[in-house]
């Protein structure tokens, strides 16, 4: 059996082996592997198991759960080591996390030797389930888009390859026809993830505004852009609380993020224009409708696709990512540790000569590290074929 996530497959397989009782919970974006992995660390663990899933256009129901649950715990009697209970999109289901503190309760108390895995594909949501009911009760995973290296291992792509066709393993076989590929992400992906996910996330009263606000996003993925000009961008009526609002939807299910404005205040930071961000290059090439060939010859189009490869490559690891201007100094990307703060440049097509954005910051805020990439800086292959964390130590 091949895992190309063999990091966060030994670590879930790991911990479900452990005399140590946890809720495990798989929170990520769509098509990033999540149920594959569910399902190998089961044919690894090699004792008895439940898979069952909740995304039904239909919706499943609080019955419905308890029924999987039980059935969870009829597999457990079946070996001395217990059994694996394994929860797909728990999410869709109203309510899901109060019903399974009750349930892994009860179990706790009668010592059922039942493991459970919950997978979701709304983080953001899944994470607020899990904060205001399961407190104590769970480790969290988070599986998030697939990174260079995972997907040079499984197809054999090369750097430009992922620049513009992202890190979807499952659209992978599809990359032969740009077109067909281009309709699956926009269709199966962006579409789904919209409509089943990010609705799902708190109310929305203008569905089509939260839309054309995803496009304008992977458009203009890699700039800075007040929530003003945003507006004049959009058609349908709206105001600038709506769309941070919407920015925040989106980010929780891994689609595209607005990131914040460096600055000594967290006040400022919150007040200031996001820098629009995707959070998978293929979100850029699917909605742009150009052909890889077209792309490359674009120096803007592909400036936008180096740029948000580095910036979803430090926001995906989890680590706090800003951005800095004052006047017409400008820093690509300021990632910020505890107290170590580390500047990134990126460059590209869309920009030559020197940095002065980068010399101003430093006098200002003195980083541990300025990091150049691109260009005669770190060459761009070697920035993302290593752990963004390494670049931040």
Known sequence: MESYRRPVFDLVLRRLRERRRFLQVLAGPRQVGKTTLALQVLEALERPSHYASADDPVGRDVAWLEAQWDLGRLAARQDRRGAVLVLD????????????????????RRRVPLRVLLLGSAPLLVQRGLTESLAGRFELVRVTHWSFP?????????????????GY???????????????YIRDSLIETTISRDVLLLARVDKPALLRQLFRLACEYSGQVLSYTKMLGQLQDAGNTTTLAHYLELLAGAGLVVGLEKFSGSALRRRGSSPKLL??????????????????RANPEVWGRLVETAVGAHLVNAGLE?????????????VVRRGRTVVAIEVTSGRRKGSLPGMAAF????????????????????????????????
């Open 278 to 295: 995707a959070l998978n290059t293929a979100l850029i090439s699917a909605t742009a409708g150009l052909s890889p060939r077209e792309a």
């Open 169 to 183: 393993p499952g659209s992978a076989p599809l990359i032969r026809d740009p077109r067909r590929w281009a309709a």
């Open 321 to 333: 990512v800003h951005w800095w201007r004052e006047r017409n100094l400008e820093v690509d990307f």
């Open 150 to 166: 995972e997907m040079r291992a499984a197809f054999g792509w090369d750097l430009e390859r992922y620049l513009f066709y992202g």
């Open 362 to 393: 430093a006098r200002a805020f003195r980083p541990a590290r300025r990091l150049l990439v691109g260009g005669q800086g770190i060459p761009l292959e070697e920035f993302l074929s290593r752990p963004a964390e390494a670049w931040i130590r």
């Open 89 to 108: 999109e728990v999410q869709k289901v109203p309510g899901w996390s109060e019903i399974v503190k009750r349930l892994w309760d009860e179990d706790t």
